[in-house]
């Protein structure tokens, strides 16, 4: 008799094949059976004609920090995840000398806007090598299974000390053999890649870039030797591509002989440098190099909100002078006082934020159910404001003020510069290709596209009606099986006997985001911004059910995923 049946599932396989009727059975943590009527099981549950998917690889998280105090790991658990990877972006917490943790704190929160306060006091620094991190996450509860990657910024950071952060300096040749002995110490204990960040849109809360920017080729070879060495380990890189630094990186991932992935999206400044990088992308795959591009399934969303990190009227001096205030002492004062409402748009700074601010009018929106990832540009504030001959920050206010001043605006950052997702369409379907851009647990004030996952399929296999849609079973494999391989965890993404029994039941039909809302649950009482799911009936890792109809089950059966040679 198995330990638990899934009768009358409707299975994805996380293969791209078909859909098919199937019962799948689980025994020891492993799906055991798979066919049209498996043997009984001890406990079954009839799907009644749910999907049956695996679960979620969400290979681009920030957990680093959250990760050591929260077991539940949400937002991602509401969504179906069941293996998540975070380090990413070259930033993290390991290693990192005693004393020296503030500045990590400080890039973390400038580069992924996760409050200073909120890791200070959730972070129990136990640790100062990578392998010791590894232990400490280890060692604690987790619901589903996580994996961490080495942060360049951190390594760096470690090595150079101040010097590492100063980008008129280069390490010494001992310094980059010191950098790469850690790498390769780290890669041996179970970190599943290196990770940098090229761009600069990444600072450090004091305005500094990222440490690992300008780093020369005589660093990025001495780190990709380290892990030729460990023979293990993916390389992971946000670039913003400029001056050759695509084949700067090909080049280091051919010396180490690891796989590369890049983020790749289309970016407002430079909209067509996406189809530069892809074609970069597939010659080095041509060339026999296992090269991937790290891409959304909607656009990068900004939210605005009266209690979040982005909104219209932040640098105003009336709103400053309502810092004191709750937030609903604060609504209270708006609501009762039309003329301070009418001096927040009409008396504005003319600032660089609030320039900012207007220029996102004409790609911003209404986030309200049925939460549309792919409006139409006529509904945006600067549209709407135009029509009714209006000043666009009138009508954010007065559409902010409503839902008792929680309501959301909703811009489209990236991924959406013609007005609609072909591009991003073309960037999904393409092979060379996998899901990774969602940033769970990041930018927790003003983004919340951990429900990326789950607004993929609705959006683009059931919901879509500006252009083609894109099969689920293919949408599915991209989410689990591709995500997982990428990363060398070839023992789940994939519903078949012997792989790792993660998977959810969902009622497709139903399936869907709930209004994402502002919350106070963080260490500290820090804030963010959270959007659950519905339709997700039951959530499984190894066997054990984690999730059931959107609510923990209790059960934390999640494990630290450690690299190919860890132990």
């Known amino acids: 008799m198995h330990e638990l049946v899934i009768r009358n599932a409707i299975l994805v396989d996380g293969t791209g094949a078909p859909a098919r009727g199937a019962d799948l059975a689980v025994d020891s943590g492993r799906v055991s059976a798979v066919g049209d009527s498996v043997g009984a099981g ?26 050591t105090w929260d ?25 990192v000398r005693p004393g020296a943790e503030r500045f990590l704190i400080n890039l973390m929160e400038g580069v992924e806007d996760i409050p200073e ?32 990657q080495v942060p360049h910024c951190a390594l760096r950071f470690y090595v150079m000390g101040d010097r590492g952060v ?35 849109k990444h600072r450090a809360k004091d305005g500094r870039y990222t440490p690992g920017l300008t780093a020369a080729e005589p660093e990025l070879a001495g780190l990709a030797q380290a892990m030729r060495r460990a023979g293990a380990g993916v390389i992971e890189v946000n670039s913003d591509f400029g001056d050759g630094d695509f084949e700067r990186l090909r080049a280091a ?24 990088t892809l074609a970069r992308i597939h010659a080095a795959r041509a060339a026999g190099m296992e090269v991937t591009g790290q891409v959304g399934s909607r656009p990068i969303c900004v939210t605005m909100a009266l209690e979040g990190t982005v909104h219209p009227f932040l640098t105003h001096p009336l709103w400053q002078g309502m810092a004191g205030l709750s937030p609903a002492e604060r609504f209270a004062e708006l609501r009762s006082h039309p003329d301070l409402r009418r001096r927040l748009w009409a008396e504005r700074p003319d600032d660089t934020y609030t320039r900012w601010i207007a220029g996102m ?20 504030v600067g549209a709407l404001a135009e029509a009714a001959g209006r000043d666009p920050f009138d009508l954010a206010l007065e559409l902010l003020m409503e839902e008792d001043g929680k309501a959301l605006l909703m811009h489209t950052f990236e991924n959406y510069f013609d007005g609609d997702l072909e591009t991003v369409r073309t960037l999904l379907e393409d092979p060379a290709t996998i899901c990774g851009i969602a940033d769970a647990g990041a930018h927790v004030g003003f983004i ?24 689920l079973e293919y949408l599915v494999k991209k989410q689990t099986r591709d995500t997982a391989f990428a990363y060398g965890l070839r023992d789940r993404g994939v519903l078949a006997p012997g792989y790792k029994a993660d998977f959810n039941v969902i009622d497709f039909d139903a399936l869907g985001v709930l209004q994402p809302r502002i919350v106070y649950d963080l260490p500290a009482g820090g804030r963010r911004l959270v959007q659950k799911a519905r339709g997700y009936l039951h959530s499984f ?23 190919a040679r860890g132990g």
């Open 253 to 276: 991932a051919a010396l180490a002989g690891r796989p590369l992935s890049v983020l790749l999206l289309q970016v407002h400044n430079a909209p067509d440098l996406w189809k530069d």
């Open 448 to 471: 919340c596209d951990a429900s990326s996952a789950t607004t993929m399929l609705t959006h683009w296999a059931r919901d879509r009606r500006r252009g083609p849609r894109i099969p």
């Open 166 to 200: 100063d980008h008129a300096e280069a390490p010494t040749d001992d310094e980059i053999l010191r950098m790469g002995t850690l790498l390769e110490e780290a890669l041996v204990a179970g970190a599943l890649g290196f990770t940098t960040s090229r761009t600069t």
């Open 42 to 67: 001890r406990r079954e549950i009839d799907a009644k004609g749910a999907l049956l998917t695996p679960g979620w690889v969400d290979i681009h998280t920030h957990y680093d920090g959250q990760a």
């Open 71 to 95: 077991p539940w790991l949400t937002p991602s658990s509401w969504h179906g995840v069941t293996t998540a990877v975070f380090g990413n972006c070259g930033v993290g917490f390991a290693p």
């Open 361 to 380: 009018f004409p790609r911003t929106f209404r986030l309200v159910p049925p939460f549309d990832y792919e409006p139409d540009m006529a509904n945006s």
């Open 117 to 148: 306060s909120v890791l200070a006091e959730g972070i129990d620094f136990r640790w100062e090598s990578f392998r010791e991190y590894l232990d400490v996450l280890d060692g604690a509860p987790h619901l589903f299974d996580i994996g961490a």
């Open 541 to 563: 890792v190894s066997g054990v059910e984690v999730m059931r109809d959107g609510e923990p089950t209790g059960a934390l059966p999640g494990k630290l995923v450690r690299g």
